[in-house]
């Protein structure tokens, strides 16, 4: 699998727009991209997934480059409840069966 | 049910013991996978199924660590004779099928402290 790098931690302030990058150079031709978020105690919970371009939905907003070589997830208007760790995977579509997530982005929205 | 659920939600045990975790997915959903998280750690995957087989288990940390899955929906993961080492949080998720493109549902997990 592609080793993923995101920056350990971010932080931001309610209502604001926030992006986080993630780092994939040795991608491969038929890996996707693939978003989860996790709150303490809980487990991790899918946000988006993508392969080219621009991915959107009610949540969040993917965006990736021509190359596929980083993606950066965007976070329109976060609220405090946005405070989380956003892991950023990639892996091809049909055979994860070696699924490793980094140790994240930590993401404290501030009041 | 609504979502996976695990149990028990909290175990404490003594070094040398073994101990069972127990995965319980969303109805209907024919892959399973297990997962582990250290304290302050990303997700280690450990085993997946796909039914009740388990195409690798090259995940597993150790051969103290076994997993089996009954009648396409339950799955156990066992842990024998305990280490230090082994504690943490272990996650059980499930998806309506097998591969990345299906979004994966994670449980509550079970927080293992071994003494």
């Known amino acids: 699998l592609a080793k993923t790098t995101q920056p350990i931690s971010m932080d931001s302030y309610e209502g604001q727009e926030v992006n986080i990058t993630c780092s994939h150079n040795?991608?491969?031709?038929?890996?996707?991209i693939t978003w989860y978020q996790q709150f303490p105690s809980q487990g991790p919970r899918f946000i988006i997934q993508?392969?080219?371009t621009k991915v959107t939905n009610e949540v969040a907003s993917l965006f990736i480059p021509a190359d596929r070589k980083s993606s950066t997830l965007s976070l329109p208007r976060v609220s405090l409840s946005d405070t989380a760790v956003y892991y950023c995977?990639?892996?091809?579509?049909?055979?994860?069966?070696?699924?490793?997530f980094g140790s994240g982005t930590r993401l404290l929205v501030r009041p | 049910g609504a979502g996976v659920s695990q149990s028990p939600s909290n175990k404490v045990t003594e070094k040398g013991k073994d101990v069972e975790l127990r995965c319980d997915p969303i109805?209907?959903?024919?892959?399973l996978y297990w997962y582990r998280q250290s304290l302050g750690q990303g997700l280690e995957f450990l085993i997946y199924?796909?039914?009740?087989?388990?195409?690798?288990k090259s995940g597993l940390p150790s051969d103290r660590f076994s997993a089996e899955r009954t009648g396409g929906s339950v799955s156990t993961l066992t842990i024998q004779r305990t280490q230090q080492e082994d504690s943490a949080v272990y996650l059980c998720?499930?998806?309506?099928?097998f591969g990345m493109g299906e979004t994966q549902y994670f449980g509550p997990g079970t927080r293992l402290l071994v003494l």
């Open positions: 993508g392969y080219k």
């Open positions: 040795n991608i491969a031709t038929n890996d996707y």
């Open positions: 109805s209907g959903h024919t892959a």
């Open positions: 995977l990639v892996g091809p579509r049909d055979s994860s069966y070696k699924l490793i």
């Open positions: 998720a499930s998806s309506l099928v």
């Open positions: 199924f796909q039914g009740n087989s388990a195409p690798d």
